[in-house]
């Protein structure tokens, strides 16, 4: 469960310390979620949507790589095969394995 403190809008100190702790919150709870929830159901893509679950923490790995790293001319900190899989434009495949799961959970947490 993500729960956004209600002080984060109040900006100085104490706004940017709520920040902090909802974005380490959420690079605790995605890799945690990712391998909690089944193989199957993380790949999915509900009606109305092109993309399942995976596809998209997938993008947001990808998208942060291209924009800290990438646009400063520096070297990714991540395979660039995620960044390619990934990027905006892409679309998910379906051939991802367990492996493919536990990596993107890794990344997360490293990265």
Request: glycine letters at 6%.
């Amino acid at each position: 469960m993500f729960l956004l403190p209600n002080d984060i809008s109040t900006g100085g100190v104490a706004g940017l310390s709520s920040i902090v702790f909802w974005a380490f919150n959420i690079k605790v709870h995605i890799p945690t979620f990712l391998l909690e929830t089944p193989f199957d159901a993380i790949f999915v893509v509900p009606d109305g949507f092109n993309n399942h679950i995976f596809w998209n923490i997938a993008h947001c790995v990808a998208t942060q790589q291209l924009l800290h790293y990438y646009l400063t001319g520096n070297d990714f900190r991540v395979d660039q095969k995620w960044v390619e899989l990934y990027k905006k434009g892409t679309f998910p495949c379906f051939d991802e394995e367990e492996e493919d799961v536990e990596n993107l959970a890794f990344i997360l947490k490293e990265t």
